[in-house]
């Protein structure tokens, strides 16, 4: 399977009565991953772009909060771009995938699960030094 393959979307519980709708998410159940860090995007200005890098190791749960984004996910090869507008879905990313966050609506938060501490060093901001790690393995 190629890494874009292995990037999908997540249907996480969603818990409705009259007093409106509870979503929850557990480690290693509902996410592939032990969740170490959680992050959130909010007050993203009209027409910014977020992300722009591949992670060696990290994997990560991206979800629209609030609002909707898209997220551009690429493996070197093949690219996708995925409308995020549900707060019970999350987009499940794996490493070594080049992603790119837009077209935020005005209300948007986009809350990432994250498999690692922030760490710099697994972080790779150049594409070229991506595609070029990428098609090494
Ligand atoms: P960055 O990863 O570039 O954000 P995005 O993926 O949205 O483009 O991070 C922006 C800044 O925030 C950068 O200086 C690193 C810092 N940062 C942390 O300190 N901890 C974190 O958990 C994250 C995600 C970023």
Not at 33 to 56: K, M, S, T
Not at 106 to 132: G, H, I, M, P, Q
Request: proline fraction near 4%; charged fraction near 25%.
């Amino acid at each position: 399977m190629t890494n874009i393959e292995k990037c999908r979307i997540i249907e996480l519980p969603k818990i409705s009565d009259a007093r409106g709708n509870l979503t929850f998410i557990e480690a290693n159940k509902q996410v592939p991953f032990q969740i170490q860090r959680v992050y959130y995007l909010y007050d993203v200005p009209n027409g910014a772009e977020r992300g722009g890098h591949a992670h060696l190791e990290l994997e990560q749960l991206i979800i629209a909060s609030s609002g909707s984004f898209d997220v551009v996910i690429g493996d070197g090869e093949r690219q996708k771009r995925i409308h995020l507008n549900r707060p019970s879905f999350g987009l499940y990313i794996c490493p070594y995938i080049w992603r790119e966050l837009d077209n935020f609506s005005s209300d948007s938060v986009c809350t990432v699960l994250a498999s690692r501490f922030y760490d710099e060093k697994d972080y790779l901001r150049e594409y070229e030094d991506y595609l070029s790690l990428r098609f090494s393995k």
